[in-house]
């Protein structure tokens, strides 16, 4: 069967599209490598998500082979790979449908205009790849609201000193918040600071045939047996489903795009659920397997005028990789130390906190260490969270030092005990922060040449390379939160910053922009070498900004539909 639309991908970047070009009567068809679940299959099982990792496949089938720079005897740096399946570091993060949009945070804050002109306000930094955007924020403004309507989105908005422009309020009030948010709100501003409620792709009332939240605790890596938390699947696909014009093939593991001398594709090769071979063809096609993924398969998908992959004549595609900049942090509220009314407020578990501080977005600052000629850099967000899980926070008890001072392991009453301080005595409030990961020649996608998958297909081989400059930006900010925790009273405050990429938050690789030689994609996202083919996962963001990137990239999948359809209407005529 030949199809309109073909999608290969199903989360934030691909449901946008399916649904709204189902909804414009297009025959689309959508390949998930992973299966179809529902809320049925969501549990708020520890073991089973953080421990085991459940809706990922196993290392042993399926892998990565990981870039680590290293120094030799002679201190000379080097890069050496290592399989996942070795190291057991899992890149996978949701090969279901509806991707990793069924196991976010859901923290919606919106790129503000300055992320989309990083090199003109802030000049080139040696070492990294900047560039502006080839669109204006007032360009994705629209889609941002639209995001917010069509997936739902809870929050208020509130004046600070980085509110971006905004056409709408929020259009669901806030969700329920923790008691800590009031006492954030007031240490904040004792000290000068604007503490803001965090916008969530979480609906804090029925809306859309989806149930409101319903408080477990478990959100930030769990599947919503409400339905209430905003997946492509949930808030999208089971709508394009509905048109019955959205068809959704689930455990089809793409491994080719087939194109013509001209460079047209003219047919997607796949693997059903029993292994076997098929192949499908449509007018148009869109990849949006998640960035380390779709570089991946363009590159993997080599042809007559193509011989180093799909659309990459420029040889950009894999290129300039971004994860997120940052780090996280934490102070302790000890109960001896606080009144009993506090003491029960901080026992409260199920909503959240929900406060971020966005001061810094743009830093002002002659003393910070990185800063450049102009006194000037780009900064980031910073977001205040409780981790409820309790098994990872028994994990570490079992440890305790001996009479001499060296660590044991503890047994019997001695790990009773242990246990009991650490769940009645003090509860860890902690901080992430989030800044620009900025894109340089030592992080890419390329393909290995030994390692293959379990169909044979050879693996993405990811260099994970990072700049001086985002550890420098993330030390400022933590620095920042850690003065916020200081003035709650909390003890123990500490904070890390890593070099390490979260490989829940990947972006980059076939970047767009107005020059073919330099970027992947053209302004709408279509390959600039090959007409019937877009991207609208992360991929195509030349830099990150300083938020989490799941509602931009939902917002420029809503933005990009929109040109599908017109390119899809002019080939109906």
């Not at 003393?367 to 981790?387: P, R, Y």
């Not at 926070?393 to 030092?401: D, E, F, I």
């Not at 242990?418 to 996608?445: A, G, H, I, M």
């Amino acid at each position: 069967m030949s199809y309109d639309i073909c999608i290969v991908g199903s989360g934030a970047g691909a449901s946008p599209i399916a649904h709204q070009l189902a909804q414009a009567g297009a025959k689309v068809l959508v390949l998930e490598k992973g299966p179809w679940l529902t809320e049925k299959e969501f549990f708020k099982d520890e073991l089973t998500i953080s421990i085991h990792d459940a809706y990922n496949p196993k290392l042993t089938d399926e892998q990565h082979v990981i870039e680590e720079e290293y120094l030799d005897e002679n201190d000379k740096p080097f890069w050496q790979g290592e399989k996942t399946s070795d190291s057991g570091w899992s890149w996978w993060n949701g090969n279901v449908v509806g991707g990793s949009s069924n196991f976010m945070s859901g923290y919606f804050h919106r790129l503000k205009p300055i992320d989309f002109r990083l090199k003109s306000e802030f000049g080139a930094i040696k070492g990294a790849n900047v560039a502006d955007w080839p669109i204006s924020y007032d360009e994705l403004e629209p889609y941002y609201a639209k995001v917010e309507r069509e997936v739902g989105v809870s929050g208020r908005v509130v004046d600070h000193p980085h509110q971006e422009p905004r056409s709408t309020d929020f259009p669901y009030p806030p969700i329920a918040e923790l008691p800590m948010s009031s006492w954030i709100d007031k240490a904040a501003k004792k000290i000068g600071y604007h503490a803001i409620p965090v916008p969530r792709a979480i609906l804090s009332e029925p809306a859309m045939g989806r149930r409101s939240c319903e408080y477990s605790g478990y959100c930030s890596s769990y599947g919503c047996a409400s339905g209430a938390k905003g997946s492509g699947r949930a808030a999208l696909l089971n709508h394009a489903v509905a048109t019955g014009n959205c068809t959704i093939k689930a455990n089809a593991k793409v491994y080719k795009i087939a194109s013509d001398k001209d460079g047209k594709i003219t047919a997607v090769h796949y693997y059903d659920s029993i292994g076997r071979k098929k192949l499908v063809s449509a007018k148009i096609y869109v990849v949006a397997c998640q960035a380390v993924e779709t570089s991946r398969l363009l590159l993997a998908s080599t042809g007559e005028k193509f011989p180093q992959g799909l659309a990459n004549n420029s040889g950009q595609v894999g290129k300039n990789l971004l994860f997120s900049g940052g780090g996280t942090g934490q102070g302790d509220f000890n109960y001896a130390d606080l009144s009993e009314q506090k003491v029960n407020e901080l026992k409260k578990v199920g909503p959240f906190i929900n406060r971020a501080l966005q001061d810094w977005y743009q830093i002002s600052d002659n003393s910070f260490t990185g800063a450049n000629k102009k006194g000037q850099v780009k900064g980031g967000t910073i977001d205040f969270l409780f981790h409820q899980n309790p098994i990872a926070r028994a994990r570490g008890t079992q440890w305790g030092l001996s009479k001499s001072g060296d660590e044991q392991l503890l047994w019997g009453e001695d790990l009773k005990q242990s246990l009991k301080t650490e769940f009645t005595s003090y509860k860890t409030l902690r901080f992430e922060v989030f800044n620009d990961w900025l894109p340089t020649d030592d992080c890419f996608v390329s393909l290995d040449n030994e390692v293959t998958d379990q169909w044979g297909d050879p693996v993405a081989k990811v260099r994970i390379g990072y700049h001086d400059h985002d550890l420098e930006v993330g030390e400022y900010l933590s620095k920042k939160a850690e003065k916020l925790l200081e003035a709650l009273g909390a003890k123990n405050v500490s904070s890390s910053v890593s070099g390490y990429p979260s490989t829940n938050l990947m972006a980059g690789g076939c970047r767009f922009g107005n020059d073919a030689k330099t970027s992947v994609l053209n302004k709408n996202c279509q390959a600039h070498e090959v007409d019937n083919l877009y991207v609208t996962d992360g991929s195509f963001m030349p830099t990150g900004g300083s938020v989490p990137y799941t509602f931009t990239i939902y917002a420029n999948a809503f933005r990009v539909a929109d040109k599908i359809k017109a390119h899809w209407l002019t080939l109906q005529s």
